[in-house]
Structures are given as C-alpha cells and as structure tokens.
C-alpha cells in the first residue's frame, strides 16, 4: 500500500542522547516535511525539503537536523541541543510545493 | 500574515447529532485542505478543498473562497468522530513557499453514546 511510514512509533531517550527518526514514503512525492506538536496544540514546522539533498528550516529548527539523501527518505534527528524534546512528530509529504498533505502516524518521544 | 481562526474551539455532541465546523482565513489561499486528528494521534486526510463542495459519505465540506471561510459538516455523528479537527491553508502570496502552510488552533470534538 502506498504511503508515509514513521518508526518508531514510541521512543525514550535520556536526556543528552541524540535519537533518529525515520520517515519513508512511497507516494513519489517532491516534498516532505517534519513537524511537532506538544500536548493540546497545533502542529509547528521544523523542516522541509522539496528535493533529494535539499532542505530548509522551519519555524522552531534550532536543537534538529534533518537530510534528504533518498528521495523517499527524510530523517530527524533530535540533537542533545534540543532543549525540550518530548513532544509528538509527525512527517508529511506532498506531490509537489504546497500542495495536498499527506501524513504519517507520528512518533512520539519522551525524555527520561 | 494570514491568520486561521476555527470555531468552535470545543464542541459535545450526542450520537447521531450534526454539526457544523468553520475556518476563517483572513486573506486569499491556494489550497485549504480539512484533517481529523484521531485520539491516537494520526492525521487522517478529510478534504483537499480550495474551493467549492466535496461530499464523502457523512461528512462534506464547503469552501467559498471570496468569502474567506470554509465549513466541515459531519452528520449523523458517531463516537469514531471524537478527536480534533484542523483546517490549513496555503496563502495565496506564497504560491512557491514549501513552509507556508498554516494550520488552524483546531475544533476538539467529543462524541458520546
């Protein structure tokens, strides 16, 4: 089946840890995008890329890192500079720029 | 910038009642699309809906453009509804800008037995 796929779904970090998430997507969309959402909240930009090693900072960057270097694959990284990283993250993508969001389950981290 | 207000921000329904969802956009979108955030967490895809009237079984919705609002209709509610509710939207003045989609505060519904 075609879609967005994020692992792992749960994850506990220890603070100082830099952890990975995955996000795959078999849509063959340009674009993918990470965002987080806290308790109760909206959702809030962290990257984006529209094309295979290519990206841009969102609106709350500082503390991630991300690469693009498939384009069905755009890993998160939650760096030890994160200064609160618990919080739910979910991936997207889109067939082409701003176009139609397509999301994945999420991941959500907690930091012991 | 473009400012996304939905209402209500809370909203109880009994099973089987309908209800109306709004988002207001304070100036002209690309694209507006309607998402249910289930209570796991999962954003399920409801309408990709810049403008006009799209149908999918219970739920419809309804964009006029020029009028800079969107409704989502859910009738004959059931408890698999509850969960929040976003509307987002592409601004028109950022036609090429990947980061420009700003989602609403969200409805939370709640549908009970």
């Known amino acids: 089946d075609g879609g967005i796929t994020q692992s792992p779904k749960y994850l506990f970090r220890k603070e100082g840890q830099n952890v990975t998430l995955s996000c795959e997507q078999n849509?063959?969309?340009?674009?993918m995008y990470w965002y987080r959402q806290d308790p109760g909240q909206g959702l809030r930009l962290i990257y984006y890329s529209q094309i295979v090693n290519d990206f841009q900072k969102g609106d709350i960057a500082e503390g991630y890192s991300v690469s693009r270097e498939k384009k069905e694959s755009f890993p998160l990284t939650v760096t030890s500079a994160q200064k609160n990283p618990t919080a739910f993250y979910l991936c997207?993508?889109?067939?082409?720029?701003?176009?139609?969001?397509?999301f994945g389950e999420g991941s959500r981290l907690t930091v012991l | 910038g473009i400012q996304v207000e939905q209402s209500p921000p809370d909203l109880i329904l009994q099973e089987g009642a309908n209800s109306t969802l709004r988002c207001n956009f304070s100036?002209?979108?690309?694209?507006l699309q309607w998402f249910h955030q289930n209570p796991w967490g999962q954003l399920i895809n409801l309408f990709y809906i810049p403008s006009g009237t799209k149908q999918n079984g219970r739920l419809s919705a309804t964009t006029v453009a020029t009028e800079r609002y969107s409704l989502l209709y859910i009738s004959s509610s059931q408890t698999t509804d509850s969960g929040v509710y976003f509307c987002a939207v592409v601004p028109s003045v950022w036609k090429t800008s990947y980061d420009k989609v700003i989602f609403g505060p969200g409805t939370s519904l709640s549908v009970i037995p």
């Open positions: 997207a993508s889109s067939p082409s720029a701003a176009g139609e969001l397509f």
């Open positions: 849509l063959n969309h340009d674009a």
């Open positions: 100036d002209s979108v690309n694209n």
